[in-house]
């Protein structure tokens, strides 16, 4: 059984969140082709992710570090058109010390100094539980496309 969210470890105090540079683009590119959320199926949706440093340089990306190391990210698109959640991703080695909520937090920060009322996450499927504990609502289901076999969950976050 999975202890409660109240019983599990929390980042140690090393946890930073800091924007990231064009120079994390590699770091940040493995962590995503390398995660064991996305085994199996999933795979072919990530093997040709990059994270390139244009995207760095025209979205909000965010990466929380702990002792020296990348944890975990979060790239939010802002524009007229509202904000998504484009990429959320806890490393293997970070996973249930509370890293996805930390960033979490930070992403739902982020859009609310922008000016966004809420925030699209169109969901990884095994992670819609987490969103949901996040206080995102499943509004719907994005149809398969291109590599992507399956439907996925459409998610609102209300920020206010």
Known sequence: MLPCIEQMP??????????????DGEVLTSTVRGASAYAGEYRKIVRDV??????????????????GEVAGFYALVSDDG?????????????????????????????????????????????AEPFYAKMGAVTVDREPPSGRVMW?????????F
């Open 82 to 126: 509202g904000a998504e959640l484009d990429f959320m991703f806890v490393a293997d080695e970070a996973q249930r010390l509370g890293i996805g909520r930390l960033l979490f937090g930070h992403m739902k920060n982020t859009a609310r100094m922008l000016g966004h009322r809420s925030v699209l996450i169109v969901s990884h499927p095994p």
């Open 151 to 159: 439907s996925r969950p459409r998610m609102r976050l209300e920020l």
């Open 50 to 67: 990059l994270i390139s440093p244009e995207q760095i340089r025209r979205d909000h990306v965010y990466l929380c570090e702990l002792d």
């Open 10 to 23: 929390q980042p140690t105090d090393k946890a930073t969140i800091r924007r990231a540079t064009a120079r």
